[in-house]
């Protein structure tokens, strides 16, 4: 059975997206999870022995698996492309974003869900060309986790904050918010310029309190 997490992650692909790239893909089930209504499903890692696995194991004729580096490799997009970035930490989420951006078409569709770092990623995306389509903050298994969707968008500026006060209220209470702020108190105080971030959990927290 999928995890709440890779069910939520495969579910949040659009139906009217003919192809999905699984980046760092690992043991690919989010990508396979998309297998039986996409039309190409590519997972990709840049490690040899994970791609000769699951070359070496029964997956559907529509999946390929890949060896490279998501952060450089040329992806020649289409517009109904998806791509997948979960998983990893948010230095690395925003140098394949980077990349997907640098030859990115208006339409693809992105879905981002960093394990640790995620203020590294919002950080990154404000002012970029995508336009939010939506957001999950959720716990699964002992781990918090947020997912963004977004498409590229060449007529918008994201404004992490105008977006999040849209999403935040509708997603189930839990501890995320508390956490980061504890963390930021602490990292500040060592480091001033992470004062920010914890300003702008503050400021999720207290939007939220508002309601
Ligand atoms: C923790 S797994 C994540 C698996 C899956 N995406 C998930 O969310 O369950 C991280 C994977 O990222 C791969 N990886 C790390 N850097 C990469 C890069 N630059 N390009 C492609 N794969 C990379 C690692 O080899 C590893 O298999």
Known sequence: MLSKRIKKLSDLVSPDRLRVFDLCCDHGKIGLACADRIAEVF??????????????????????????DASNYQFESKPRDCFIIAGIGGHLATKIL?????????????????HSHHEVVWEYLER???????????FDQGKNYEV???????????????????????????????KQIDYFTLKSKYEPDQYKWLSFYQARLSYLKSF
Do not use: M
Not at 62 to 68: G, P
Not at 98 to 114: D, F, K
């Open 128 to 138: 970029k060309s995508v336009k939010g389509i939506s957001f999950d903050r959720f």
């Open 148 to 178: 963004i969707k977004l498409t590229v968008d060449y007529t918008k500026n994201f404004d992490s904050l105008k977006f999040l006060k849209k999403w935040e209220p509708l997603q189930t209470e839990d501890d995320f918010l508390y």
């Open 43 to 68: 997972l990709i890692d840049q490690v040899p022995t994970i791609i000769e696995k699951l070359k070496a194991t029964d997956i559907p004729c529509n999946v390929h698996s890949l060896c490279a």
């Open 98 to 114: 980077a990349n997907i951006l640098a030859t990115g078409l208006e339409g693809i569709e992105i879905i981002l869900s960093p």
